[in-house]
Structures are given as structure tokens and as C-alpha cells.
């Protein structure tokens, strides 16, 4: 059971993406953990205690996730947050430790991007016990209790997907033979990626997704899975590539050209993200479309921490406003992106 993706399509059916104010920004919160009428009370200067926020990020596996790292590290440091930043090295066992170091630590807040979906009952069990509320960030879990968790911040994958797919439906003519780069085995976006482009081409007969093979999210895995595509009888009337995310087409892209094809002539290519190398190898002729994917969440995400930590009622999805763009406005776009 995936219980966030029945969140998922009927937001995506209201076609509401929710954006947080951004009220209460630049004050620092009282600690949640502040008995009520303490502030100040310590005898002068400024008594009020930084916020205590621990953070598990799953790595640095992608352009889009180096940006997410940079928005949330200087999103805190803006709002005087004290942020205990963990990297996981891409280890859902890395998280689960960082997780039981937050709460050994007693922080105000615990916040993680979970590497993959499932594995983390117990741990989220462990957080509640303690009473430290648990904020996702970009990628969701798959638990039976919804309220192992406060809110999931993130976008809407399954609506990605689609939107990747759509590019196929509108810009291709007859049978189109389809390969896919996966992004992380058992991750959110893997599985809602995959699932969007399905949906959005089963009534199109004749877009047909011949191969399937996670890279990882990254440039090196994507490359090597698609060279030894290439190299298989399987690539064989090939004309399109899903990716997705930018990172590994722009693997894909090397492989294409090294196998002496044209990347997005002899291959079509859509890839997810929208990081400013898709938009150079979208001007490049390289890459057909990008499908946004917004990492800079930072304010989003503080604004509900600070607001869980007041003890506050937050939505338990926010979705991400996000765009898909095309090989014609690309170098008009490109300076104007900021990942
Ligand atoms: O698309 C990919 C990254 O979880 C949305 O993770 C994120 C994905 C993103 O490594 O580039």
C-alpha cells in the first residue's frame, strides 16, 4: 500500500497546488520544547533558544540535489536555525542512524528526504515516541499510519511523469519505441515517475516503453546503463529516451554520441528536473524537453517546521508549482534559472 499516492490524484485532480504564506519569517521561533510563558525568562540579554532542527539529506547524487542542500543550509542560517545536517551517502540504513542521533540529541524537529519509500515504520515510531514531530521533505514514505508524520513537502511525481509523457504524445508521429532511465530503485520519484508516464500512454498504442533500467539518478550510472543498451540487440528502433532526471540523460547524451548517434535527433530525449545543464544541452539540440522539478524549498519547508515547532496545525501534503520547458525557449530561460 502507498497511501500518498491516493493524496497524490485527487490533489492532482483538484489541480491545486498549495502555497505556503510567508508569514512569521524573520523572527526565530521559541523552541517547541519552551514551556508556555518561559520566554525571556532566564535573566536578561536575548533569551530565546534557536531552533533545533535535525536534517537527513539523502546525498549529493544530482545537480537537483546539490541545489536542495544549498536552499535548505542557507534557508536556516537566513532564519537562525540551528541545523544538525546529515548526508546519507544515497543509505537508507545512513538515515535510519541520523534519525536516532536526532532524537538521542532531543532536537525540536527531525526533517529527512527518505532515500526510498519503505523501511522507515520503525524509526518514525521511535521520533513520535519522543514526541519530535517529523517533517518530510521532497520524497515520500509508504507507512500504514499517516501520523508517523506531520506534512510532505514535495512535488506531485506522478504528474511528472505524465507531463514527460504528454511531450512523446504531442511531438512524435507513428510507433515510437521507448527507453526508460530509472531513478533509484523503491524512491518516490522512481516509482510515481514510472507510474505517471504509464498511465498518461495507455491509450496510446503506439508509444511502447521497450527497456527499463535504473541509473540511479546519476550522470556515471545513467551513462553505463545506456551504453550497454545501446550495445544490446534491445536498442534495436530505439527513437525515444525517458529519464528521469536531467543527471542521467545527460549520461545517456555522452553514450548516444560516443555510439556515433545524434542525442535528441536519432533520440528523442525528456528528463526530469530542469537544472541549468538540461537547459544547455535543450540550447545544444541535445536533449528535447525538461519537465521542472523545483529543489529550492528551503522557505517552504522552514515555514512549516517553524510552524509545526509552535505547536500549529500544518496540511500534511504541500505540493511544489512546477513548469515543463521546451528546446524553443530554452535560451531565453537559461540565465534566468538558478539550478
Ligand atoms: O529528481 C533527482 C534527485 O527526489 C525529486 O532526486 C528528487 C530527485 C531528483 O536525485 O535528480
Redesign the pocket.
Known amino acids: 500500500m502507498r497511501p500518498h499516492r491516493a493524496l497524490n490524484t485527487l490533489a492532482g485532480i483538484a489541480g491545486v497546488a498549495i502555497l505556503l504564506t510567508l508569514a512569521g519569517c524573520g523572527k526565530s521561533p521559541s523552541a517547541s520544547s519552551a514551556p508556555a510563558g518561559s520566554e525571556g525568562a532566564a535573566g536578561g540579554g536575548d533569551t530565546h533558544a534557536p531552533l533545533v532542527v535535525g536534517f537527513s539529506q539523502?546525498?549529493a547524487?544530482?545537480?537537483?540535489?546539490r541545489a536542495?542542500t544549498d536552499s535548505i543550509q542557507s534557508e536556516a542560517k537566513k532564519r537562525g536555525i540551528d541545523l544538525r545536517f546529515s548526508d546519507a551517502q544515497q543509505k537508507k540504513e545512513n538515515q535510519i542512524k541520523a534519525i536516532r542521533s536526532f532524537i538521542a540529541q532531543g532536537v525540536d524537529v527531525i526533517s529527512f528526504?527518505p532515500v526510498v519509500e519503505t523501511g522507515f515504520e520503525q524509526v518514525l515510531e521511535e521520533a513520535k515516541k519522543a514526541g519530535i514531530p517529523v517533517v518530510l521533505s521532497?520524497?515520500a514514505v509508504d507507512v500504514s499510519d499517516p501520523t508517523l508524520y506531520k506534512c510532505f513537502i514535495?512535488?506531485d511525481?506522478v504528474e511528472?511523469g505524465r507531463r514527460a509523457a504528454q511531450w512523446f504524445i504531442d511531438h512524435t508521429e507513428g510507433d515510437v519505441k521507448v527507453a526508460e532511465l530509472v531513478?533509484?530503485p523503491g524512491?518516490?520519484?522512481a516509482l510515481d515517475?514510472a507510474e505517471g508516464f504509464r498511465e498518461a500512454i495507455k491509450d496510446v498504442p503506439r508509444i511502447q516503453i521497450v527497456w527499463s533500467q535504473s541509473g540511479n539518478?546519476?550522470r556515471t550510472e545513467g551513462k553505463k546503463a545506456f551504453q550497454a543498451f545501446l550495445k544490446s540487440p534491445e536498442a534495436k528502433g530505439v527513437g525515444a529516451l525517458y529519464a528521469?532526471?536531467?543527471?542521467?540523460a545527460i549520461g545517456a547524451i555522452q553514450a548516444i554520441k560516443e555510439a556515433g548517434l545524434k542525442p535528441g535527433v536519432d533520440i528523442k530525449i525528456v528528463s526530469?528536473?530542469a537544472?541549468k545543464e538540461a537547459f544547455k544541452a535543450m540550447i545544444a539540440g541535445e536533449l528535447n524537453c525538461t519537465v521542472e522539478?523545483n529543489?529550492l524549498i528551503g522557505p517552504q519547508l522552514f515555514d512549516l517546521i517553524e510552524k509545526v515547532a509552535r505547536g500549529e496545525e500544518i496540511p500534511h501534503r504541500v505540493k511544489v508549482d512546477e513548469e515543463v520547458f521546451t528546446q524553443d525557449v530554452a535560451a531565453d530561460l537559461i540565465d534566468s534559472r538558478q539550478y
Open positions: 539523502i546525498g547524487e544530482s545537480d537537483w540535489r536542495n528526504s521532497d520524497r514535495g512535488s511525481f511528472e531513478g533509484t524512491s518516490a520519484p515517475r539518478f546519476t528521469h532526471n536531467d543527471d542521467m526530469i528536473d537544472v522539478c529543489p
